[in-house]
């Protein structure tokens, strides 16, 4: 398990955002509360890619929600990974499930959840879904919630 204290983005104010995910990486830190199952929520209202096709922006309201096991993910390092999508080029589907995949890679929850709400691209909304199962007994597990934007029903 990783020491919380051997951290590379955590304090250091020079840090750059990464040129690109690949190059990005997540920071995990010990679960200060690993006997107990609850949920931790990452909301991102608005994470910037680049289409893969005309290259112009792409925006999305990403609802990250996870089950620690054993580890939690640092923040600032996801806020890195994060910011490094705005120069990659890539459809909907692959930035939501790489951000899903990255951070089971990092912490190896015991469940996680995404829901990828991206804005109009040509008039239609695409949202993208992952889970890993079923959450764990007993965890709150609130609604999204997700504001309603033009072009996304009443």
Known sequence: ???EYDLRYLGDS??????NPEEAELEAVSDPHAEIDYLVRFTV???TTLSPV???PDFAYLMIDYVPDGLVVESKSLKLFLTAFRNHSAFHEDCTLVIA?????????KWLRIGGYWYP???IPIDVFY???EAPEGVWIPEQGVPNYRG???
Not at 14 to 19: D, L, Q, Y
Not at 101 to 109: F, G, N
């Open 45 to 47: 209202p608005e994470l």
């Open 54 to 56: 005309t290259g112009q």
């Open 131 to 133: 889970k890993t199962g």
């Open 101 to 109: 995949k990255r951070i089971q890679a990092a912490v190896q929850p």
């Open 14 to 19: 020079t840090t750059s955002p990464p040129a």
């Open 121 to 123: 691209r040509g008039g």
């Open 1 to 3: 398990m990783p020491d």
């Open 152 to 154: 996304r029903g009443a």
